[in-house]
Structure formats: structure tokens, C-alpha cells
């Protein structure tokens, strides 16, 4: 039988499935993409960049999208696309900046309107200009990401891990890490942002722009304003729409009776908890039980102070959460013991 070490953390408090009804569940445990890269998994900014560029032409092709011609004074001519028009004129370069994949989901909601008006100009062909890279630049994203995650392989091998069976799982990850090492049951799993499985359901973007543009089309004034409104589309476009993801999971928890407010203890392992989620985990202070725990891995301090700077922002106590330096540190409680793993 395979047991867990849970003594170094006695308010875990986890019930034995007998006295509980089967659909309870006391313990969320939130995944970040950190989660995956912890476990060498190649889902990071760097592998994104790589594998687009990478692949640039044939996605551009794919997608009967032509390539840009961009040079810088007397250089030589690089090969870009309608995401280096775009998200580099609204800083002023000719291509895509060095940390914008880095930044992906910030950079794609930090559009400079008036630096990107001003690269392309307003005369009716540079306005179309901008309604093309705009158009094209969306096709691309939506493309790519999906396809890029569908290149990223998973270890067969299980994690040192056992998750009881009143653990609930939110991910933001579109792996299926969780079903693939740790064989946890899909009903118990909800992709927030959509999953590998179905390319379709994936989402990404920032948090800046959830309502379309008005219904008042300001395109009929020209100029300024109609590349004011091909740009408000683009950012509207890459918009998570948070309020439509929480109000997806609300459903789910109903469709499967779970009810969070039963949730005594949070796990949230490789979340960066940059401000564009922080609406997601203000849903879930006041949907979880006042007086849960929250566990947070940290990997930098910077993401420790993030951390804090959340907590502080949910009204959670200091002694009510606790922030270990390592995901390994954050599980222990459901570390299998060494006996155990060799059997």
C-alpha cells in the first residue's frame, strides 16, 4: 500500500473517503507552467521563441500569410512577420524586442496605440497596412501556440507524488502532465486555459481588454481612428476574458457537485501569480473557506515578493499561508516515502 509523509503539516487535515461523500473535496491544488518546467519539460519562453522562429516559414506559409521584408538603415534584409510589425513598432524597433516572449501575455496587452500609429502613419494605405498586420499577426498567434504545445513530450515515468482522492486540481497549463505521470482522473482536473487535447479550447492573452469595441464603428472618421479601432480588435482578441473562464469553472464544479467552500487547503505550485490571473485567485479567496491554508512554491525572490503582494491583496493573514522555496518543499505532504517508491 502506498502511504504519504503528512506529519511535518498536521492541519492538512484531509478526511479518509469513508466518512465523506464521494465528490468531496477539501484540498485545490492550483499548477502553473513552473510545474512543467520543473519537471524538464520544454514549456518555456525560450522554447517558444525557438520553436517560432524556427518554424516561421512554414507556419507562414501554412497560413498563406507572406513574410515582411524589414531592414534597418543600410542592413541586411531580415525576414519578419505581422508580430514583428505590430508589437515592434509599439516600441519603436523593427522586429519583435528581445524580451517580448518573455513577456508574451503582458507584451501582448502593452500595445503602444499612439508609437504603433505613428511607426505605420495614417494615409488610407498605411491605415490598411495596420488592419492587415493586425488581421495577420492574430492568425498567427492562434496558430502557433497551440501547435507549439503539441510538439512538447511528456516522461512516461510517474512523479514521487500521491495525491489523495479529495484533491481537486486547477491548472492554467495545457499539458496533460497530471493525467500522463501522476494518472490522476480527468474529472478531478480543470484546464482553465483550455488543453492540448483540443487545440481549440486553448487560450492565452493578458487581462486589459475583455469588452469588444463599441458598437459606435469609429472607422467611418478615418485616419487615427480607424487604426485606433483595427488596434482595440487585436487587443480585444487577445484578451482571456477572465470573467467567461471563471464563469466556465463555475459550471464544471456544478456539473460535478464539488464544492469549494469544502476546500481547507491551497497548493499553488510554478504560478508566476503575475497581477494579469489576479482575478482568478480573488474569485477563489471568496469561494474557498475563509480559514484555509494557502501553500505557495516560490523560484525567485521576486516571485516570492509577488506572493506576498497577493496575499496582502486578498486580506490573508501571514499565519494563514506559507511560502516554501521549492515545489518539492510546497508537496511534501504528499512526498511517497523511499520504501514505497522502490516497491
Sequence with gaps: MVTT????????????????PKNYRDTLIIVGNGF???????TGAGDFNRYFRRHQSEILKKLNILPV?????????????????????STGEFKIYSDFWYEFEEALGDMEEESI??????????????????????????????????????PKSPLPFVFPSTCLFLTFNYTLTLQKRQNIDKSNI?????????????????????????????????????????????????????ATRIRDYKKYLHNYHYLLREI??????????GKIDADYFKFLRKSVCPNA?????YFSEEDKKRAETLMHHLK??????????????????FMCSIENKKN
Design 5 to 20: 509523509n503528512m506529519s511535518k503539516q498536521t492541519d492538512l487535515k484531509i478526511s479518509p473517503d469513508i466518512k465523506k
Design 293 to 297: 491554508k494557502w501553500h505557495i512554491s
Design 190 to 242: 480543470y484546464h482553465i486555459h483550455g488543453c492540448v487535447k483540443h487545440p481549440e479550447s486553448i487560450i492565452f492573452g493578458h487581462n486589459s481588454c475583455p469588452q469588444k469595441p463599441q458598437d459606435f464603428d469609429i472607422r467611418v472618421f478615418g485616419g487615427s481612428f480607424k487604426a485606433g479601432h483595427y488596434l482595440l480588435e487585436l487587443l480585444h482578441k487577445t484578451d482571456k476574458k477572465i
Design 69 to 89: 521584408e524589414m531592414r534597418e538603415g543600410d542592413g541586411p534584409i531580415e525576414y519578419g512577420t505581422s508580430l514583428d510589425m505590430i508589437y515592434g513598432a
Design 117 to 154: 500609429i505613428r511607426f505605420f502613419g495614417t494615409k488610407p494605405s498605411d491605415i490598411e497596412d495596420i488592419r492587415r498586420h493586425t488581421t495577420n499577426a492574430w492568425h498567427i498567434l492562434k496558430y502557433v501556440v497551440p501547435h507549439w504545445i503539441q510538439t512538447v513530450s511528456i
Design 36 to 42: 512543467d518546467i520543473w519537471q524538464g519539460l520544454h
Design 316 to 333: 490573508i493573514r501571514s499565519k494563514q499561508y506559507e511560502l516554501y522555496p521549492s515545489i518539492d518543499k510546497c508537496l511534501q505532504p
Design 264 to 273: 481547507r487547503n491551497i497548493y499553488i505550485v510554478g504560478h508566476s501569480l
